[in-house]
């Protein structure tokens, strides 16, 4: 599989010719004076200020049914490929025939040159600048900010917050109905946090009429889950209801959160709060790919590996698509896409050349999301759920031996 990046390598050399100087010498050439003033000898300049539109040989168009021609402007112009216009709208009806086949396959065309187009990069955290990592325990959404901050910032704020405390003698939790909440501020705006659901919520219903898109995904999260979100997440109390939460994703989505568009996704692949519908599970998946997610990029590859695996005649032709869809998460730094191209390259679908760059861009990628604060972090949480066993807690546990801290 060869890359679909390649250099243009046309070299553009400017020459210079005699310009039909007769037999006048370098000297004559050198002497002979022109007249500035007169419009012969800028003609070059006056036809370059010419502009093609102003005579309207680009205003006029032919019509691709009965070849009337007609002004651009005024034309019937095919909606879905933009290619081809027509002179009215019964032509454009009688055309679509002949038309539909090459309509289709530009339609394609430009389908695949925006999903596999690379993704905007994650934001960085407003406090470290370190590029988001992927996975949303591995960040915290401020419900007073409208913020998303890494987990090793927000960690750390906590942890400097608990030795202030101590230190001054005081307490670090704030007790309330539901048990002790961290009486921590905000690592950003320095707001206290909220110590009821119902203060939680009004702070997210603020960030959703000011258009936060995360805010729209974070309420939806809480309606989907519903109270019973696990030991570790209470959640804000609110009921179990997949309807409501759908629509908040669909809001998220068509706002900018790529999150919440795989949400969506999910739920028409699993039928939750919909009828289940692949073809819209796919949908959702693509649009949050092409915002940036990269566990929905890793789904479409693996699904396209799937369809290679179940096909004979275009097996070659989906196992290629699942590897680009796998090189761009991986270049995200995502694990599991890398491991899968590691296998294509292994089975001859990933080129030499295509697996190096890939390699170096994860391992660039992955550098730069990591920060000892963050290692920190997921340690803490990993031992909070339970995952003693994780690299992250090994790494964590090491540091701490070497420091002297136990």
């Known amino acids: 599989m060869s890359s679909n990046f390649g250099d243009n390598n046309g070299n553009d050399q400017l020459t210079s010719g005699d310009g039909g100087g007769g037999n006048i010498s370098p000297k004559e050439m050198m002497s002979k004076k022109e007249c500035t003033s007169c419009d012969q000898n800028n003609i070059k300049n006056i036809i370059k200020g010419i502009s093609i539109n102003s005579v309207g040989i680009n205003d006029m168009s032919m019509c691709a049914n009965c070849g009337k021609k007609g002004n651009s402007s005024d034309m019937n ?21 002949k038309h539909k086949k090459a309509c289709d396959r530009r339609v394609a065309e430009l389908h695949d040159e925006k999903l596999f187009k690379d993704p905007p990069p994650n934001e960085d955290c407003p406090i470290c600048f370190l590029p988001l990592p992927d996975g949303r325990e591995l960040f915290a959404f401020q ?6 901050i890494c987990a ?19 307490g670090v939790l704030n007790m309330n109905k539901g048990g002790g909440v961290l009486n921590v501020l905000c690592a950003f705006c320095r707001t206290p946090r909220a110590f009821s659901n119902e203060e939680q919520i009004k ?19 809480q309606y989907f889950e519903g109270r019973n979100q696990g030991s570790y997440s209470k959640g804000l109390g609110l009921p179990q209801d997949y309807q409501k939460a759908n629509e908040l994703f669909l809001k998220g989505g068509e706002l ?11 739920s028409y692949n699993n039928g939750q709060g919909v009828e289940r519908d692949m073809e819209k599970a796919t949908y959702y998946w693509e649009l949050a790919a092409i ?8 789904i479409l590859g693996c699904n396209e590996l799937l369809l290679g695996q179940n096909s004979q005649s275009a097996r070659m032709y989906h196992y290629r698509r699942g590897m680009k869809h796998m090189m761009i998460s991986s270049k995200a730094g995502h694990k599991k896409s890398f491991d899968e191209i590691t296998i294509g390259y292994k089975h001859g679908v ?57």
Request: glycine fraction near 8%.
């Open 77 to 97: 112009t095919c909606n879905k490929c933009q290619l081809v216009k027509y002179c009215n709208a019964a032509c454009k009806k009688k055309h679509r025939s």
């Open 143 to 148: 419900f007073c900010c409208g913020k998303r």
């Open 152 to 170: 090793g910032c927000d960690h750390e704020n906590a942890s400097q917050f608990c030795n202030t405390q101590k230190k001054k003698g005081g």
């Open 203 to 221: 702070r997210l219903e603020k960030l959703m009429d000011n258009g936060n898109a995360e805010a729209f995904y974070t309420l939806g999260n």
């Open 256 to 266: 900018g959160c790529a999150d919440a568009y795989f949400n969506l996704g999910n």
């Open 291 to 298: 915002k940036g997610n990269v566990q929905a990029r890793y």
């Open 350 to 406: 990933v080129t030499k050349d295509d697996y190096e760059m890939t390699l170096r861009a994860y391992h660039e990628r992955q550098k730069e999301m990591k920060s000892d604060a963050r290692d920190e972090a997921a340690a803490f949480y990993a031992l909070a759920s339970g995952l003693e066993g994780s690299d992250e807690y090994w790494r964590f546990i090491a540091k701490m031996k070497d420091s002297g801290q136990i």
